[in-house]
């Protein structure tokens, strides 16, 4: 999983049946400083995120396990929470 | 998943017969500001995406997911939505 | 899935016994003029591709769907279409 | 897989409930001479890692082949093993 | 799959259960000139291969499929070919 920012949404009418009321929401990486790095993604929310929210996205096959209704839909990340607090270990 | 532009199409007569009858789309990843960025992907279109259209592609075991028709063919890459728009937050 | 050139063939006596008869040949991805860039990769041919050939590469678990005979390979690209024609779309 | 070193730990409370319970750590790759390389990832532990640990980090849908208990949360990197020593070859 | 170099061994004493009795070597990716590029990946061996063989190395879901007894185990990448040689096209 990474860690990323929420930085917009995106509208489609126009998709697979199977992505109807599911929440696309585009996402960029952050870095230790909170940075935005990379690209961004588009990943379908599980946990009610919003605007700005840190959260954790889990791609490829495992993004389709956050529920038996998401097990077969076309997507390949998903947003599985939001964060409360990171904790960087001394080195 | 990631937002992308069409820009071309690939024709191939020698190929698995499991592909005959997808239409096979060129792709190239999209930034914030809409610049074609990085190597394109060929995608096969599953909800009637043409040429510069701005679309959502899903990629790896998800791009199978589509319909259940497409479950067990050779591909790793997919159309599943034409954007309507993109709504970037306030940071 | 992603367009390249095949630059080459692998032979390999002591490997898997399940990839014994698959055609191991070198890959390497192309941009919009057909220059070769990134790295090189092993794809199993499906298709009966050769030296030149420009090709259509799938990776991930869709490189085993070409058939059923190779679902259960240990193998993660294969060659699944030999490219006639790319259309550019006008931007 | 590869080699990394635990570098944090992540804190949410609203979160897919398959996560419950399971420690989420932030996991940076290490090159030959040790040195943190690369974006961190969070990683699902399994084998009891903490703060400064050098680790073995599966990503993808091996992450769930830990324990039966994983097989469907969704998560694409788990960490599984602590690292001894690390041997390389003289070239 | 890729081309590699094995250039070390990694010692792990706890570990996942599934993965005792498996050798972890560290492999880099070579390039035409068989230069060692890019990250190193730890590799479960499945041939018999050993320090500085050219290796072909599968990753994700195809690295299980070597034998049945690998088909659950939590990894993401395993060595199933010894290179014996490497053909290179004219261009």
Do not use: C, Y
């Amino acid at each position: 999983m990474f860690l990323g920012k929420v930085v917009g949404k995106v509208v489609s009418t126009q998709k697979s049946e199977k992505l109807i009321g599911n929440k696309l929401l585009i996402v960029k990486k952050i870095d230790e400083k909170e940075n935005l790095i990379g690209d961004h993604f588009v990943a379908v929310d599980t946990v009610g995120a919003g605007a700005n929210d840190t959260v954790i996205v889990v791609t490829g096959s495992g993004s389709r396990n956050s529920s038996d209704s998401q097990n077969d839909i076309p997507i390949d990340a998903s947003i599985v929470g939001i964060v409360d607090s990171i904790e960087w270990d001394e080195h």
